[in-house]
């Protein structure tokens, strides 16, 4: 048998394998977190993994036996902390909407799940047909492309704040940047090159489809949003990482954490929402809470507290 004109594509590779892994009952992890449903919103998050970061770059500016008792309470008490990664997945009755599209496969050998979580639900990256990227670090944008420098969701539109795209593209950009992070410019633009052709760009109210809006919330990056889901009465905000620590970022809205590339800014953009999400009672999905990253906020006192819906 000839095997000149033979070719395998990536997509035939990753189905073959899948196949090869149902064959031999090979038992697979359940990444699948958890689902809500908003109206017609039908939304899950899944685990791309986790990074690990060191405990103290939560809050470096406070009070170093306040930052640790508020770490202790939120389960950190080495000098590193595992900050996971909950992708959002929301369907609608025309769409598979992605919030961000994770680290992929060259960023942390801890992260870069979400293909195979996506896989494990039967979920096709073919059939994704929107991502809305609330900005470029790493763990959010880096999954665009897979292992084999292919796009991961082919299909896909990107939707990209154009104050975001542009903050990346600044020749300066280097200066914004403490210099161990200057090699995120470095990957932000290449993944923007890789997509530029399927982005649209947004800014802040503008609707991506009926009853899904994306929100300014500026700070962690110079054009960073979330993504608000409305359907009635009820309301969900996907904040991607304007609230991030479960204590830190609910008890301590002013405190500043390393990876805030404008921490005053952010400050302000975390006590916005907390007063707003706490009147409102909207659901909420951060990005680095405690999986599945679900919860609401509420008042406590004179602040606030976050509360995880089971």
Do not use: C
Not at 117 to 128: M, Q, R
Not at 145 to 166: M, S
Not at 276 to 295: D, E, F, R, T, V
């Amino acid at each position: 048998m000839s095997v000149k004109n033979f070719t395998l594509n990536r997509r035939e590779f990753v189905a073959g394998t899948a196949a090869l892994a149902a064959a031999t009952s090979l038992p697979l992890p359940a990444f699948a977190a958890s689902n809500v449903k908003i109206g017609e919103f039908e939304i899950t998050t899944f685990s791309d993994g986790h990074i690990n970061l060191p405990a103290n770059g939560t809050a470096p500016d406070a009070n170093p036996t306040e930052r640790a008792a508020a770490l202790a309470k939120a389960g950190i008490t080495s000098e590193t902390r595992k900050s996971p990664i909950n992708v959002t997945l929301i369907k609608t009755p025309n769409d598979f909407i992605l919030v961000d599209a994770g680290s992929g496969p060259n960023f942390v050998p801890t992260a870069g799940k979400l293909e195979s979580a996506l896989g494990e639900a039967d979920v096709d990256p073919t059939a994704i047909t929107k991502i809305i990227l609330t900005h470029a670090h790493p763990d959010h944008i880096w999954g665009v492309i897979n292992d084999f420098d292919e796009l991961t969701f082919p299909e896909a539109t990107y939707y990209v704040a154009e104050k975001e795209f542009a903050f990346w593209h600044d020749p300066d950009v280097a200066k914004n940047l403490r210099e161990d992070r200057e090699f995120f410019a470095v990957g932000a633009k290449s993944r923007f090159k890789a997509i530029e052709e399927k982005i649209k760009f947004v800014k802040g109210d503008d609707e991506v489809v009926s009853g899904i809006n994306v929100m300014e919330t500026n700070g962690h990056t110079q054009g960073h949003v979330s993504v608000e889901l409305k359907s009635g009465s009820e309301t969900l905000i996907v904040l991607g990482d304007a609230l991030t620590n479960p204590v830190i970022s609910f008890e301590h809205p002013g405190w500043k954490p390393e990876s805030d590339q404008v921490p005053d800014m952010a400050v302000e953009t975390r006590k916005r929402l907390l007063d707003q999400l706490s009147a409102s009672k909207a659901k909420i999905i951060g990005y680095h809470l405690p999986p599945p990253g679900i919860g609401t906020v509420v008042k406590k006192g004179s602040g606030y507290a976050y509360e995880a819906i089971a």
